[in-house]
């Protein structure tokens, strides 16, 4: 059942991925014009590759995902990704394609993962969802949004209040690449910003909701520095670990 869920969540990274505009192409499906696409580009795959089947196009997007990005790759990581432990037959992985090329009434795709706002909260949701092995083993149950922001409140908030945004770090991480600041003792470069840490992070909704609040306090703070960078300041501050790797790479992404 872990294994079958990994699979169809797999496919659920491509699908909104997909549906965004996060990669270039449709592998799976898509809203409009991107279904066709995606399935042109599956018939041109066959053309390329006769002794190849489904199975072989849905790992062929899974890879595609993986390349896009460095933490997506850590998603895909055999090491920790179960869905490698056992392939799909044939047959069941031309049934998965199908199933997220199901239409509407309307003509439409049945599933529609566009989202102006980016929003992941429901992946969580849906891995709660699909593995009833997941959530006896490690009662594995999302934290209510009003949960979260109550915790947030009596946690992160007096944090900031004390510490600021920019306490020094007493060690400087092996090939860092993030800002410096030449302020520390004789002018030594120092790396500076809140650290925070969500040490059972699952996919992650308590880092999202302390991600949001710190962008927000750094946009109040430098309301004329570029947005990328107190992006990157904020992301920087926030930390997960969790007893699966692949609750990690879901919350990566």
């Known amino acids: 059942m872990q294994i079958a869920a990994a699979w169809v969540l797999a496919c659920v990274f491509v699908r909104f991925s997909e ?29 390329r590759n006769p002794s190849l089947n489904d ?30 432990e056992v392939l799909p037959s044939y047959e069941a992985a031309t049934a998965l394609l199908a199933f997220w090329r199901r239409r509407g009434a309307d003509g439409e795709v049945v599933h529609d993962f566009t989202d102006g706002e980016l929003n992941t909260r429901f992946l969580g949701d849906l891995y709660q969802d699909l593995s009833e092995h997941a959530w006896k083993t490690y009662a594995l149950l999302q934290t209510p949004v009003f949960v979260e922001e109550f915790i947030l409140d009596l946690t992160l908030e007096p944090a900031v209040e ?15 690449d993030g800002e410096v600041f030449a302020d520390g003792p004789g ?46 300041r904020a ?7 969790d007893k699966k790797p692949v609750r990690g790479g879901h919350c990566a992404v």
């Open 55 to 84: 199975r072989d196009w849905l790992l062929a997007s899974f890879e595609a995902l993986g390349k896009s990005h460095r933490t997506v790759a850590g998603l895909f990581d055999p090491a920790h990704n179960p869905l490698f």
């Open 187 to 232: 002018g030594e470069e120092v790396v500076r910003g809140l650290r925070c840490i969500d040490p059972a992070c699952g996919s992650g909704h308590f880092l999202l909701g302390m991600f949001e609040r710190l962008l927000v306090t750094w946009r109040e703070a430098e309301p004329g520095t570029e947005a990328w960078v107190l992006v990157r």
């Open 235 to 241: 992301l920087e501050s926030v930390h997960g670990a």
């Open 162 to 176: 004390e510490f600021g945004l920019t306490p020094a770090w007493k060690h400087r991480p092996s090939g860092w």
């Open 19 to 47: 549906d965004n505009g996060l990669i270039p192409d449709a592998w799976l499906s898509g809203p409009g014009d991107r279904l066709a696409e995606a399935q042109d580009r599956h018939d041109d795959f066959f053309r």
